[in-house]
């Protein structure tokens, strides 16, 4: 089974609100204009539902964009350097971007969390503990 990201499942979301959305718009458009000419609304209203869709999809993916290079990528480096931890790689270390938020304080936390293991590992093999 193939995993989905957070941030695909961000996106696949948003992409569903910004198609109502656009559906909505449309119908405001036809529906404003119905009571003129039948046929002209509805060309309005199409074009007004094209044109919202794709402002909304341009938004959309700057929006994954940012999530993906701000977020995603961040949790990437923590979940690699767990998986080497995990699999006895004590000397592996996590290098996380200065920003000053909670992700990088999640990787300086795991990285203290291996530097104690690894102490420790030291120490029951020359037989201190």
């Known amino acids: 089974m193939k995993k989905t990201s957070i941030s695909q499942k961000i996106f696949m979301i948003i992409l569903g609100g910004s198609f109502v959305g656009s559906l ?39 929006i ?6 701000k977020i995603v990528s961040k949790l990437k480096t923590v979940a690699n350097g767990m998986h080497e931890v995990s699999m006895g790689n004590l000397d592996y270390e996590i290098y996380v971007e200065k920003t000053g938020d909670e992700l990088e304080e999640l990787a300086e936390s795991f990285d203290r969390m291996r530097m104690s293991i690894k102490a420790i590992m030291e120490k029951l093999e020359k037989g201190e503990l």
């Open 24 to 62: 909505f718009v449309g119908g405001l458009v036809y529906f404003m204009l119905v009571s003129s000419n039948v046929q002209d609304a509805l060309i309005k209203s199409i074009i007004s539902i094209i044109i919202s869709q794709i402002m909304f999809l341009i938004l959309v993916f700057g």
């Open 64 to 69: 994954k964009k940012i999530i993906d290079d």
